[in-house]
Nanobody, 123 residues
Framework: QLQLVESGGGLVQPGGSLTLSCTDSKFELDYFTLGWFRQAPGREREGVSCIHNSGGWTKYADSVKGRFTISRDNAKNTVYLQMNSLKPEDTGIYYC????????????????WGQGTQVTVSS
């Protein structure tokens, strides 16, 4: 069981930027393919982005391509999601989680999710 912890969420105006971080104080994350998904009220859960455990390739949802960048720093045991040009429709709770190695989907095992961080894009 991992203990993923997200941070960096908040309230931002449309067009603004935020950087989310995900780390684990007890377990090394470099073995895991990790990613982010989001959940907004009344909307289905949406996979946002994923980065392979090698850091060698990434995947993005069409809705965030060109605006979001995922990265990882294994020395800091941290995965990041840089979010630029934010839109109101990006509002939701963002969860860091383990993904399959092909970055097709996040695990359904909640033991491998963080607690989530709220992102609100509003003027």
């Amino acid at each position: 069981q991992l203990q993923l912890v997200e941070s960096g969420g908040g309230l931002v105006q449309p067009g603004g930027s935020l950087t989310l971080s995900c780390t684990d104080s007890k377990f090394e994350l470099d073995y895991f393919t990790l990613g982010w998904f989001r959940q907004a009220p009344g909307r289905e859960r949406e996979g946002v982005s994923c980065i392979h455990n090698s850091g060698g390739w990434t995947k993005y949802a069409d809705s965030v391509k060109g605006r979001f960048t995922i990265s990882r720093d294994n020395a800091k045991n941290t995965v990041y999601l840089q979010m630029n040009s934010l839109k109101p429709e990006d509002t939701g709770i963002y969860y860091c989680s383990v993904w399959d190695d092909r970055c097709e989907e996040a695990t359904t095992l909640t033991d491998y999710w963080g607690q989530g961080t709220q992102v609100t894009v509003s003027s």
